[in-house]
């Protein structure tokens, strides 16, 4: 316990000296137009000396088809709308799509770092400035710190105050010729993501290009069909699993039917997991055009009588700090946690990765 205090003492002075004057900023390495990239934003401090509670990524013309990576103690807002120009992505054209991603509702001390993932496509992009995605961190509701000056033709990013973080680019070709920077080695879009992420030394950026993916792709999780029922006081627990994850990837959902017989209403609280490092319960959802991935700390409600289901593309568990990806065919042990019925182990077995 003291070594881990010393430890995050010497980080925070480090950081204090020198962060105070970096920008925000990209970890990657020039993408190729017309490839996939988790860009990966760097965020190097709060708003003078107060943490960090709200970042807002907008995202530029020409990249398409966004997904943040989803992060612990952070909820997340995907803003949709209307693209200017319409694009190829495999042979679909694409019009609209996310415009804009909020992390909210976390707390990023000023005097430490993180970074904000999101993954997308750059359809297009010139590589001479780059593409621009103006940032604001917002600290608390009466300070913040705007990173969205787009620098003229010609000027020096480097001239203005606040200058928004640019994801550089090279152009389609010149990679392919074989004379393009070491992240541009893959002659495929499809293996440019993965090159970048061994470039930037990034099990972190190839975690979170699989991690996000994964988050996204509740909706089309697959029940193997395998769960043997629980029975604790009331409660009934039925139709559980989760899925398999990609290796080096940290995230995962879980899901699970709860049926409440009794007279009472209930509520799941909370969950923990030998396998994962942190158990969250979350909900996705659609308001408008705004879809909502945000964690739910007040519990879930198990109503008398009724039928809670936590399925693909709704409510859910969430696994973050998972250490070994949860294979096929093998089975999570979670531990829910309910105002009534109280705690009532499960063995959710684990689906295919790609459950289409
Ligand atoms: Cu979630």
């Not at 612990?72 to 693209?83: H, Q």
């Not at 080695?185 to 061994?198: K, N, P, Q, R, V």
């Not at 198990?302 to 409510?315: D, S, Y």
Request: aromatic residues 6%.
């Amino acid at each position: 316990m003291k070594t881990n205090l010393i430890f995050a003492t010497a980080i925070a002075t480090l950081a204090s000296t020198t962060a105070v004057l970096a920008h925000a900023t990209f970890a990657n390495q020039p993408v190729k137009v017309g490839s996939y990239v988790a860009a990966t934003l760097q965020v190097p401090h709060g708003c003078d000396g107060k943490p960090t509670n709200e970042v807002q990524i907008k995202l530029p013309e020409g990249f398409i088809s966004a997904k943040p990576m989803p992060k612990a103690g952070w909820d997340v807002e995907i803003i949709a709308g209307d693209y200017q120009s319409s694009y190829d992505n495999h042979g679909k054209q694409v019009k609209s799509g996310p415009v804009e991603i909020r992390y909210k509702n976390g707390e990023l001390p000023d005097n430490f770092y993180d970074t904000f993932v999101v993954y997308g496509k750059v359809a297009a992009g010139d590589p001479a400035t780059g593409l621009a995605f103006p940032t604001v961190q917002l600290c608390g509701t009466d300070a913040k710190v705007a990173w969205d000056q787009i620098p003229a033709p010609g000027q020096d990013p480097h001239d203005l105050d606040g200058p928004a973080p640019i994801l550089k680019l090279v152009a389609a070709e010149a990679d392919a010729h074989g004379h393009g920077t070491h992240a541009a080695h893959g002659a495929h879009a499809g293996h440019a993501a993965s090159a970048e992420a061994a470039a930037t030394g990034g099990h972190g950026a190839h975690g979170a290009h699989s991690g996000h993916a994964d988050h996204m792709a509740h909706m089309a999780a697959a029940d193997p069909g395998e769960f043997a029922p629980v029975v604790a006081g009331d409660l009934e627990l039925t139709a559980g699993f989760t899925k398999a994850m990609l290796p080096g990837q940290p995230v995962g959902g879980g899901f699970i039917t709860i049926t409440n017989k009794g007279g009472e209403d209930d509520k799941l609280v909370s969950a923990t997991s030998a396998q994962a490092g942190e158990v969250q319960l979350h909900e996705m959802a659609m308001e408008g055009e705004v879809m909502k991935m945000r964690q739910l700390t007040d519990g879930i409600a198990v109503p008398a009588g009724q039928t809670v289901e936590l399925k693909p593309g709704g409510l859910h568990l969430m696994f973050f700090k998972v250490s070994e990806p949860f294979k096929e065919g093998t089975t999570v042990a979670v531990t829910l946690t309910f105002e009534k019925a109280g705690a009532v182990d499960v063995l959710l077995p684990v689906g295919p990765a790609r459950g289409n």
